[in-house]
């Protein structure tokens, strides 16, 4: 799996086109890097640029942006909306995928390093690269802002972490740090900026003082006027979406605004946000108006509606949500997007590859959807619509395992990849032979959780094939019959590419567990299928 760091630096330059593409072009010319956004701000004066890459990558994309930013901000003359303290004002990396937050704090303490080395400026470390308790929250750092940097600095209690605590005044101070995916995202109101202020203390985490917190955990907030859209926001900084929903978040706004007689318009998001955050708020509103959803892009519509997030211009998905602008890994892989046609004929080709593991596979995914197929087709029918909130419950699973499966398809042709690797280790001493074996029967052990896993997941459904069997539409039993005797044969093929696998197995004890586990999932799939044969068999209509 590659090792993914998102990095979402602000530069406070939001009007300058010349500028920001300047600054863009020097993070998208760093080898290893994909520049995903670019989301400039005329009113906060501010740019959020957002790329991934390798640990090392980003680091040395933040710097390269950091490079462009030094020869062309000048801090004396900067004003905007959002609170700063810096021409690079904050830079955070983020874990996406094969890294952990470890590894984002030192890209943080690297890049905080290299910043105060080359450029000669004072950088704080903040969140979870914070080294003090006062430091781990940002605006804790930019208190006073830029304009009350030179005093902070004299403090010795603001000596930064990096570099001079001399006020530079065409820079001024950077914060760098490790956080979770943090959300920066506005919601519209056509009123002043003094009332989305007040909104906003309701609702931040800070609210109006100790004495006075707000309703919403890690939430930020602050009430600005948008010149450009001729509009106030209450602009929301969410830095755990999991506390704190974009849907919690839009509701509680709408609710303070209701109260102040004051029309929401929709809301923002600013840079990307994570797919979760966007199924969480479909599934809220599903539940709310009882709505019936299975599939990802209808979810995804249905969010953008209830959120407004098309009202200041259009939200993308694909440029808006980070996990489909880095979906590489996840897509479907060539056995699993190319045509039946081709994948057939790809099975009866001279070459080991595919084989019985991937068709296993293809065959049980077909399983679980015709399965689906049957809950749909009695879904939504008027002869059926006693049966509608029942096939609410089957279609999810069924639609899920179906997707499950999928992968499956071309993880096994690939699962034998380590083993083959081991395979090709010289083995021309004792050592040197004792690593190729553990090498091999590392690879041959991972080659087997594949198969292993297309059983688990497959079994997961004969209850839902089941009650389907009893009420299901009954025009569509012998799909349901066909559905139930393909899941049933792509366990019975999975289990036999683990049993083949298990021979040249060395660890008995490893054996010996994998065997009954196999054992256990083949006879569930069995006895699966015949329960639903026979209850389809039995069945008048």
């Known amino acids: 799996m590659s090792r993914i760091v998102e990095c979402v630096p602000n530069f406070s330059e939001g009007r300058h086109k010349e500028v920001i593409e300047a600054i863009a072009n020097a993070i998208a010319s760093t080898d290893g890097v994909s520049l995903l956004d670019v989301d400039p701000g005329p009113s906060t004066n501010r740019t959020v640029y957002t790329f991934v890459g390798s640990p090392e990558s980003v680091v040395e994309g933040a710097m390269n942006g950091a490079r462009a930013a030094s020869q062309l901000i000048d801090m004396t003359r900067h004003h905007g909306e959002h609170p700063r303290m810096g021409a690079l004002d904050v830079c955070p990396f983020i874990p996406v995928r094969g890294v952990t937050e470890e590894d984002c704090i030192q890209c943080a303490n690297e890049f ?142 709408c609710k303070d605004a209701k109260e102040l007689n004051l029309p929401v318009v929709g809301s ?157 280790l010289p083995k021309g001493t004792p050592e040197e032979q004792a690593v190729r074996d553990q090498a091999m029967q590392g690879g041959l052990k991972k080659a087997i959780q594949v198969p292993l896993a297309v059983m688990q997941t497959a079994n997961r459904v004969w209850g839902q094939l089941q009650e389907l069997a009893q009420c299901g539409n009954f025009t569509t039993m012998s799909d349901l019959q066909v559905g139930a005797r393909s899941l049933e044969t792509g366990v019975w093929g999975a289990y036999h590419n683990v049993m083949i696998n298990l021979r040249d197995i060395k660890d008995e004890q490893y054996k010996q567990k994998i065997t009954a586990e196999a054992e256990a999932e083949v006879q569930k799939a069995q006895e699966g299928k015949e329960a639903v044969l026979k209850i389809i068999s039995e069945r008048k209509e």
């Open 112 to 253: 905080g390093k290299q910043l105060a080395e080359e450029l000669g400026v004072p950088v704080y470390l903040y969140g979870k690269a914070a080294k003090e308790e006062k430091r781990v929250k940002l605006p804790s750092i930019r208190a006073g802002e830029y304009e009350g940097l030179e005093e902070k600095l004299k403090d010795p209690v603001w000596q930064p972490d990096f570099g001079p605590a001399d006020f530079i005044p065409s820079w001024g101070a950077t914060a760098t740090g490790c956080r979770k995916f943090l959300i920066a995202w506005n919601v519209n109101l056509l009123a002043t900026k003094e009332q989305a202020h007040r909104v906003a203390l309701n609702l931040r985490e800070q609210g109006r003082g100790p004495n006075e917190p707000g309703r919403l955990k890690c939430v930020q907030g602050i009430g600005w006027w948008l010149e450009e859209a001729n509009m106030a926001q209450i602009s929301m900084n969410l830095t755990d979406f999991d506390i704190t929903p974009l849907h919690t978040a839009y509701e509680e706004a």
């Open 268 to 424: 923002q998001v600013v840079g990307l946000v994570p797919l979760q955050a966007i199924m969480m708020a479909a599934e809220f509103y599903m539940e709310k108006d009882n709505l019936f959803l299975v599939e990802e892009d209808q979810k995804v519509r249905l969010a953008i509606d209830r959120l407004g997030l098309n009202s200041l211009g259009p939200f993308n998905p694909k440029e808006r949500i980070i996990e489909y602008m880095i979906r590489g890994e996840d897509e479907p892989g060539p056995l699993a997007s190319t045509s039946v046609f081709n994948f057939i004929k790809n099975v009866g080709a001279r070459s080991p590859a595919p084989g019985g593991g991937s068709v296993s596979a293809c065959v049980a995914a077909m399983g679980a959807a015709l399965g689906a197929m049957v809950a749909f087709m009695t879904y939504g029918k008027r002869q059926y619509e006693q049966l509608d909130s029942k096939m609410r419950q089957l279609i999810p699973p069924l639609y899920a395992t179906m997707n499950d499966l999928i992968p499956f398809i071309d993880k096994d042709t690939t699962a034998f990849n380590d083993y083959m690797a081991a395979c090709k």
